[in-house]
């Protein structure tokens, strides 16, 4: 098939997964692309900005260059909207091709006027990837969403096919928490609820928010949180300026759990591509729930706690206890699900 993708987001090129930090979004996209593309597939992918290149397969473009046709004098069997409906209105698709709209927000946005025109006129198929979008969508348009989840990007997945030996794993927690996304719970508790942590130990956050606020630089984290993290770091915090693809996934495939809030804020993050990715490289994960509830098997590769003691204990578990670390990181690596497996799931809509 002729598959065209587009992306509003920001300006990125694809490999940029291996010289800089992205966003999970943004690593996600090109990873849909490069999986598409080793299906056999030909690919145009689209974003704001960025390098008109060939990278794996796949032919990247920008946005600006939409009047030019993506594959000559055909038309595109499927066009991919990655987000952003409104990406969908005016492009036309071959005689049997098919609209998507692969959508991992929040379902406000979907009942903009503007967004359900969109969404009307092109009669896309609308993805979604969250069971609780499903169950709270009020589908007065007529359309059946699917629900297909998304994928580990390649760098996880190649790390934790290092098979990394639980003794060469370190005894430390991940976590991505923005400052607003229940942070100041996770550091309260590292330094509160876990009784004994092993020597060493470390709690790294990786927020480029929470750095350049520790350097002194202007930034938007709350007074409380700052200084919270401050005290905290005599107790084997560690604040780290995001790494590229590469990089994360070789920390991570080489630490004992990451760390998820999911039960503050953010009802519109239906995605948890990090949970996804965590696993792959073979690291379970503890969360009080939202999408982690539908990317981990609870007690299996992972736990879903009901407060805070709860969650101490197991990430004491997870850095002090080598079996009960080792049967998580097992399953959560034999239960990995890539985006190759998301391309395969949308050939058949």
């Known amino acids: 098939m002729k598959i065209l993708m587009l992306d509003r987001s920001i300006g990125f090129d694809p490999d940029d997964v291996v010289s800089r930090p992205l966003g999970a979004r943004q690593r996600g996209f090109i990873a849909l692309a490069e999986a598409f593309a080793a299906r056999g597939h030909e690919v145009v992918a689209r974003r704001a900005?960025?390098?008109c290149t060939t990278h794996n397969g796949v032919r990247w473009d920008v946005l600006a260059n939409d009047d030019a046709p993506a594959f000559g004098d055909a038309l595109p069997d499927r066009i991919l909207a990655w987000r952003d409906p409104l990406l969908l209105d005016t492009r036309s698709v071959a005689e049997d091709g098919q609209r998507w709209l692969w959508y991992d927000g929040g379902l406000a946005r979907l009942d903009d006027?503007?967004?359900r025109m969109a969404l009307l006129s092109s009669l896309a198929r609308l993805i979604f990837t969250d069971p609780v979008q499903q169950e709270t969508y009020h589908n007065d348009l007529g359309f059946v969403p699917r629900l297909i989840a998304p994928g580990a990007c390649p760098a996880f997945v190649a790390a934790g096919n290092e098979h990394i030996a639980v003794a060469d794993r370190e005894p430390v927690a991940i976590t991505v928490a923005g400052w607003n996304d229940g942070l100041a719970d996770i550091v309260r508790i590292w330094c509160e609820e876990i009784a004994v942590k092993p020597v060493d130990a470390r709690l790294e956050i990786y927020s480029a928010a929470l750095a350049r606020a520790l350097a002194g630089q202007e930034n938007d984290v709350p007074d409380a949180l700052l200084n919270l993290v401050r005290d905290a770091?005599?107790?084997?915090?560690?604040?780290c300026m995001p790494l590229s693809e590469q990089e994360m996934a070789t920390r991570m495939a080489k630490a004992r759990v990451f760390l998820h809030h999911g039960a503050v804020k953010n009802r519109d993050d239906h995605a948890g591509m990090?949970?996804?990715?965590?696993?792959?490289?073979g690291t379970p994960v503890v969360s009080f729930g939202g999408i982690a509830k539908a990317r981990i098997e609870n007690?299996?590769?992972?736990y879903i706690v009901p407060d805070a003691a709860a969650y101490g204990n197991l990430v004491a578990q997870m850095l002090g206890d080598d079996a009960f670390f080792a049967g998580q990181?097992?399953?959560a690596r034999n239960g990995r699900r890539e985006w190759l497996n998301v391309a395969a799931d949308l050939e058949k809509l």
């Open 233 to 239: 770091l005599s107790d084997g915090v560690r604040v």
């Open 274 to 281: 990090w949970l996804c990715d965590a696993l792959a490289a």
């Open 329 to 331: 990181s097992e399953a």
């Open 299 to 302: 007690g299996r590769n992972g």
């Open 113 to 115: 006027n503007a967004c």
């Open 49 to 51: 900005d960025g390098a």
